[in-house]
């Protein structure tokens, strides 16, 4: 049985990806503080949006307290609505999806490409053509990049604006990636980051809005904040959301970008132990990472082969626990959710789903920017304890 998260209980214990403060970012707080700027609006909040917008290189973000709730406005001011349908990729987490139904719209899932595991330009291209055939434009595609790492995003938007369907960058994972030389979830009509507990820095929880677009983005503010009308009473017209980031929570937000790059810089390290100890196994493979950009490594995931390997992820990934070590599948599909039972799905190659074979073979390790190289040892060695001893055949055969 899996057991969850226990924090009474949790000495000695490894996590996939806990967060890990900086040294700054408690003086914001204490700045909140002492000027009694607690609730959600304040200075820390107008600051990490534009620090954090100036960093990624967009013209205006919107601090938000979540990425499902930045996902859910911007799929909003896409206009998406009851009886519609959102392209969106199947292997990541259900929030990409969630804000498609909030929204009364159903979710068409898109498989991945073996290059980046991300959307995959085939599959995609179908699903747009059997959608023009019948008539049946999706609102938006919903392009996730996963586990730190863009997808291949210059082919996909060409596709995209050839039927004139906006994107949504789910950059939830990819906060400090770069596509081309630009920064991850910009390159879409808007961007979604998540400052979840997991993700690559955190405020404990919280998400932004990024787009160029700073009309929409000021609709989205407007949104966030119960669709108040400046009037001195309390005016509305809207149904709006209590979606805002607290002044308080911005200001871990501050002190976290700052140490972004060094988050980059460790977790890109952790990826390269992983790889030169276990990549040359029989068996044993990695995310590849893209030529066309940068990818962060916020998770190290590797993939496990039972034929070759004579293990299996499933296996490692009971040992590991054993050992009180947190690793998991890589994400099931949604596709393959029961919440999404139904909705339709297109691989990337008409007989192969590589998400499915992903989800098999994929183990997502500890890859939190504070774990210490003793500690990755004890993963490892526990991985290694997995192999069974190889056993030689001899040339007639029949000994094994
Ligand atoms: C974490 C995550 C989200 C949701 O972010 P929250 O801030 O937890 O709401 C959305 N999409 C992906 C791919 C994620 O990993």
Same mark, same amino acid.
């Given at each position: 049985?899996?057991?969850? /998260?226990?924090?009474?209980?949790?000495?000695?214990?490894?996590? %996939?990806?806990?967060?890990?403060?900086?040294?700054?970012?408690?003086?914001?707080?204490?700045?909140?503080?002492?000027?009694?700027?607690? !609730?959600?609006?304040?200075?820390?909040?107008? &600051?990490?949006?534009?620090?954090?917008?100036?960093?990624?290189?967009?013209?205006?973000?919107?601090?938000?307290?979540?990425?499902?709730?930045?996902?859910?406005?911007?799929?909003?001011?896409?206009?998406?609505?009851?009886? #519609?349908?959102?392209?969106?990729?199947?292997?990541?987490?259900?929030?990409?999806?969630?804000?498609?139904?909030? %929204?009364?719209?159903?979710?068409?899932?898109?498989?991945?490409?073996?290059?980046?595991?991300?959307?995959?330009?085939?599959? $995609?291209?179908?699903?747009?053509?059997?959608?023009?055939?019948?008539?049946?434009?999706?609102?938006?595609?919903?392009?996730?990049?996963?586990?730190?790492?863009?997808?291949?995003?210059?082919?996909?938007?060409?596709?995209?604006? %050839?039927?004139?369907?906006?994107?949504?960058?789910?950059? +939830?994972?990819?906060?400090?990636? !770069? *596509?081309?030389?630009?920064?991850?979830?910009? =390159?879409?009509?808007?961007?979604?980051?998540?400052?979840?507990?997991?993700?690559?820095?955190?405020?404990?929880?919280?998400?932004? $809005?990024?787009?160029?677009?700073? +009309?929409?983005?000021?609709?989205?503010?407007?949104?966030?904040?119960?669709?108040? @009308?400046?009037?001195? &009473?309390?005016?509305?017209?809207?149904?709006?959301?209590?979606?805002?980031?607290?002044? =308080?929570?911005?200001?871990?937000?501050?002190?976290?970008?700052?140490?972004?790059?060094?988050?980059?810089?460790?977790?890109?390290?952790?990826? @390269?132990?992983?790889?030169?100890?276990?990549?040359?196994?029989?068996?044993?493979?990695?995310?590849?990472?893209?030529?066309?950009?940068? +990818? !962060?490594? /916020?998770?190290?995931?590797?993939?496990? #082969?039972?034929?070759?390997?004579?293990?299996?992820? #499933?296996?490692?990934?009971?040992?590991?626990?054993?050992?009180?070590?947190?690793?998991?599948?890589? /994400?099931?599909?949604?596709?393959?959710?029961? $919440?999404?039972?139904?909705?339709?799905? *297109?691989?990337?190659?008409?007989?192969?789903?590589?998400?499915?074979?992903?989800?098999?073979?994929?183990?997502?390790?500890?890859?939190?920017?504070? $774990?210490?190289?003793?500690?990755?040892?004890?993963?490892?060695?526990?991985?290694?304890?997995?192999?069974?001893?190889?056993?030689?055949?001899?040339?007639?055969?029949?000994? *094994?």
């Amino acid at each position: 049985m899996y057991r969850s /998260w226990d924090p009474l209980s949790n000495h000695n214990r490894i996590y %996939l990806s806990p967060p890990h403060m900086g040294t700054e970012e408690q003086a914001y707080i204490a700045e909140a503080f002492d000027t009694n700027w607690i !609730t959600t609006l304040g200075p820390n909040v107008q &600051h990490f949006e534009s620090e954090l917008s100036a960093m990624v290189g967009s013209k205006g973000a919107v601090a938000l307290s979540s990425g499902t709730a930045a996902l859910h406005l911007a799929l909003q001011l896409l206009d998406v609505g009851p009886g #519609d349908t959102v392209f969106c990729s199947s292997l990541t987490f259900v929030a990409s999806a969630n804000p498609i139904r909030y %929204l009364g719209a159903e979710p068409v899932f898109i498989d991945s490409e073996p290059a980046s595991w991300n959307m995959s330009y085939h599959a $995609l291209q179908r699903a747009f053509r059997d959608a023009f055939i019948q008539n049946k434009m999706p609102k938006a595609v919903v392009i996730v990049n996963l586990y730190g790492q863009s997808a291949d995003l210059e082919p996909l938007c060409a596709l995209c604006d %050839l039927y004139g369907v906006p994107i949504v960058e789910d950059a +939830a994972e990819s906060l400090g990636a !770069t *596509y081309q030389g630009k920064a991850s979830g910009t =390159i879409g009509r808007f961007g979604i980051f998540s400052f979840n507990g997991n993700k690559i820095i955190t405020t404990s929880g919280g998400g932004m $809005l990024v787009s160029d677009d700073t +009309a929409a983005l000021e609709r989205a503010r407007f949104l966030s904040a119960q669709a108040r @009308e400046p009037a001195i &009473h309390y005016q509305h017209h809207e149904t709006g959301y209590n979606y805002r980031l607290s002044n =308080i929570l911005a200001g871990v937000g501050r002190g976290q970008l700052k140490v972004l790059d060094e988050r980059i810089r460790s977790k890109r390290a952790i990826f @390269e132990r992983y790889h030169t100890e276990l990549s040359t196994l029989p068996g044993f493979g990695f995310m590849p990472e893209a030529e066309y950009g940068k +990818a !962060t490594r /916020w998770l190290s995931v590797m993939t496990v #082969d039972q034929v070759q390997a004579g293990t299996t992820a #499933d296996e490692i990934i009971q040992r590991l626990h054993e050992n009180n070590i947190e690793a998991r599948p890589v /994400w099931k599909p949604l596709h393959l959710q029961p $919440l999404f039972a139904g909705c339709a799905y *297109y691989p990337h190659e008409s007989e192969s789903s590589l998400s499915e074979q992903l989800f098999r073979q994929g183990i997502c390790l500890p890859s939190g920017s504070s $774990l210490k190289e003793e500690e990755q040892r004890r993963v490892m060695d526990c991985i290694l304890s997995c192999l069974r001893p190889v056993r030689m055949v001899s040339g007639g055969g029949g000994s *094994y």
